[in-house]
């Protein structure tokens, strides 16, 4: 057994692991026991009515940078060993950094103003 395989086999399994996991959310928002109403709105009881685009965005952004990540993981060689002679991990570039900690900090800054405001929501 060599590590590339190995790294391989676990490539795949967590591919799958992954797969069962978006399934199983998916399922569960399907048959309702996962509410989705008033996600994307500021306040709850507006749900429907309003939307809060710093929401909107964090929701679209976040899994959007996931999924380039790992397409972005999935061409890199694990059986490229590192100059210490261990497997190194792919790179993340800077630019996938910025729109995870930015969609992420939209979101945060939403959220401050709404407590400074005195609308505070889960």
Known sequence: MTAAWIAQALKVGLLIWLGLLMAIVIGRVLCGKIPTRG???RNPQNAGRETS????????????VILFLVLEAMKFDPGVLGPDGWPMFPDISDNFLLLLTGGNGLYLADKMRMFQTGVVTK
């Not at 710093?54 to 959007?64: D, G, K, N, T």
């Open 53 to 64: 685009a710093p929401r909107a965005i964090s929701a679209l952004v976040f899994p959007l």
């Open 39 to 41: 996600v994307l709105a």
